[in-house]
C-alpha cells in the first residue's frame, strides 16, 4: 500500500534518522501550489519531522492560503513573522539591506514542541519596533542556522544547478557552492539562493538543497528513500563525535 495513504509509518526506516528534527522549506508562488506539497507537511509530522515555511513579505495572501489549507486538512498550522516576539531583529546595513542582528528562536520552538506548522512571512522588526521586510531566501537561512535545522529547502525551477552540460550538480561544498554563486555565471535569483544555502550550511544547518518543490512528493524524498533531488551543499567538514 502506499505509505502516504495507509499513515504506517512503521516500515520507513529511512525516515527514522530525521524524526525530532526540523525542515525549513522556502517556498514560493508556484512551489505553494505544488498539488502534494499540503500532504507532504502532514506527512512530515507523523513521522516527527518539523516542518517551517518561509514565504515573501508580500505574499501574505499566499500565507494565509497555506495556513487555511493545512488547518482544513487536520493540520495546525499558524501565521508568524519576525516581529512576533522579536524572532528576527534588523537593522539596515551600509548599502540599505535589512540584515538579521539578533534571532529569538523562543515562540518558534514553542509551536514547534506542540506540533504546529509555523508558516512564516519574511518581516523582521527593527530595534524601535518597526516591521521590515526581508529577502525571504536570507529569513529562511537564518531561522534553520538558529533552530539547527537538519534541511533547508529552497525552490528551483531547474530542478537544481545546472552548468554548460545541462547536467544536475548533484553535491557542492559550501566553499564550492558560493564561489559558484559568485562568478556570475548563475541566474541572480538562483545565485542568492545558492548563497544562502552554503551559508547556512556554514550556520550549522546539516545540508541544504535546491530542487523542483513542485514535483510530486518531492519534499519527502529523503525521509523515504537513500538519495536526495537537486543539487545538495553540504560542509566540507566531517564532524566526529
Known amino acids: 500500500m502506499d505509505a502516504f495513504l495507509e499513515g504506517n509509518t512503521e516500515g520507513l526506516t529511512t ?7 526540523v525542515f525549513v522549506l522556502r517556498l514560493d508562488e508556484s512551489t505553494a501550489h505544488a498539488p502534494t506539497l499540503v500532504e507532504d507537511l502532514l506527512f512530515m509530522r507523523r513521522v516527527g519531522v518539523r516542518p517551517v515555511i518561509v514565504v515573501d513579505a508580500e505574499q501574505r495572501r499566499l500565507s494565509e492560503r497555506l495556513i487555511g489549507l493545512i488547518n482544513r486538512v487536520g493540520g495546525e498550522a499558524v501565521g508568524l513573522d519576525g516581529t512576533s516576539a522579536s524572532t528576527l531583529v534588523v537593522s539596515s546595513s551600509a548599502d540599505g539591506r535589512a540584515v538579521v542582528r539578533r534571532v529569538n528562536t523562543s515562540l518558534l ?3 514547534l514542541e506542540q506540533g504546529y506548522i509555523p508558516v512564516f512571512t519574511a518581516r523582521g522588526t ?8 526581508l529577502d525571504a531566501a536570507d529569513a529562511a537561512r537564518e531561522l534553520a542556522a538558529a533552530v539547527r535545522a537538519k534541511r533547508l529547502l529552497y525552490p528551483s525551477g531547474t ?25 556570475g555565471r548563475l541566474d541572480p535569483d538562483q545565485a542568492k539562493q545558492l548563497a544562502a544555502a552554503a551559508l547556512g550550511v556554514r550556520s550549522g544547518v546539516d545540508a541544504a538543497q535546491l530542487l523542483d518543490l513542485t514535483a510530486t ?3 519527502l524524498v529523503e525521509l523515504l528513500t537513500s538519495h536526495h533531488l537537486g543539487t545538495q551543499v553540504i560542509s566540507h567538514v566531517l564532524l566526529t563525535n
Open 126 to 133: 527593527s530595534i524601535a519596533g518597526t516591521p521590515t521586510p
Open 15 to 21: 525516515a527514522r534518522e530525521f524524526a525530532g528534527s
Open 109 to 111: 520552538g514553542l509551536l
Open 217 to 219: 512528493h518531492a519534499a
Open 159 to 183: 530542478g537544481g544547478i545546472r552548468l554548460e552540460d545541462d547536467e544536475v550538480v548533484a553535491e557542492l561544498t559550501a566553499s564550492e557552492a558560493l564561489a559558484l554563486a559568485a562568478t
